[in-house]
């Protein structure tokens, strides 16, 4: 008569063990809570939606207060040739309405750097094509800081569940290294935003959940942003002779990115080796 009352004890406890990890108490990883669900609940997907919204009607009214000129013609350009033909529609339009032009453009880009859009390397290469070295770089330096912190206060709000459904162990990575360089924090976001060690769009989603201080965050964009800008931007004045965006970022030009990027670290590394010494 043993067995069946173990058997009973055992269910039990199988029994309260399911009702631990259901309980709202239980510990249990953000991927696991996440996996399999919508990582968003509806307070923060009405804000995500307003906010959404509120960009795209004030693009909608500076696209209509600009001259009608062909609007069928402008559309965000997917490829090389889209861009070729774009800056080909866009060149008398820029020089006609210099104002609006950059206007549209400016919101364009940043409503496409907060909103994780692909395409602003197209962007950047259509800067150079139309101003120029210098202005080109002023523009996209401006518009993708820009748009990189207003992605960085929208992670603030809501960005916690989406980082944690999408890169789970990334996530956990970005938050130990950071943790290990509290002290050098602005060296290493700059070796981040220079290098393509992490991608830019991981960067401006996860640095407000790993408690990554603004003003920081805003330093190494500005700074970090402006050698792969100013290869970009350059390579817009042949945009003839550019086949495919691969084309930029060739082993020498990442070669001389992450030289920089360890210049950039270089105080931390003389560091630690005072210490062990």
């Known amino acids: 008569m043993a067995a069946p009352r173990n058997f009973v004890v055992e269910i039990g406890r199988l029994r309260d063990e399911e009702l631990a990890e259901d309980s709202p108490t ?5 991927s696991a809570k996440l996996e ?3 990582p968003l609940t509806r307070w923060e997907f009405t804000a995500a939606l307003g906010v959404f919204f509120i960009f795209s009607t004030g693009l909608f009214c500076i696209y209509l207060t600009m001259p009608a000129a062909g609007y069928s013609k402008i559309k965000l350009p997917r490829t090389i040739s889209d861009l070729r033909i774009l800056k080909d529609h866009l060149v008398t339009y820029a020089k006609a309405y210099p104002a609006k032009f ?13 909103f994780m859009i692909p395409g602003t390397i197209f962007m950047s290469l259509l800067a150079g094509a ?3 070295v210098i202005r080109g770089l002023l523009l996209v330096v401006f518009n993708a800081t820009a748009g990189a912190s207003s992605c960085y206060f929208l992670s603030k709000l809501i960005g916690r ?11 956990r990575f970005f938050q130990s290294e950071i943790s290990k360089r509290k002290e050098k924090l602005l060296n290493y976001m700059l070796f981040l935003r220079i290098t393509p060690t992490l991608p830019n769009l991981f960067i401006n989603l996860a640095s407000p959940i790993v408690d990554i201080p603004f003003h920081i965050f805003f330093l190494a964009t ?8 100013y290869i970009t931007v350059r390579a817009g004045l042949a945009l003839g002779d550019l086949k495919s965006v691969k084309d930029l970022y060739d082993f020498k030009t990442l070669s001389v990115l992450f030289l920089i990027g360890s210049i950039s670290i270089l105080p931390t590394l003389l560091k630690r080796k005072r210490i062990y010494e």
Request: aromatic content about 16%; proline content about 9%; charged content about 10%.
């Open 130 to 132: 139309l101003f120029g």
């Open 161 to 171: 569940p989406i980082v944690g459904w999408l890169w789970p162990e990334k996530l």
């Open 26 to 30: 239980s510990k249990k990883p953000i």
């Open 36 to 38: 399999g669900k919508f």
């Open 102 to 114: 950059v206007l549209g453009y400016c919101s364009t880009y940043i409503f496409m750097q907060t």
């Open 222 to 229: 500005v700074i970090g942003l402006i050698p792969a800008s």
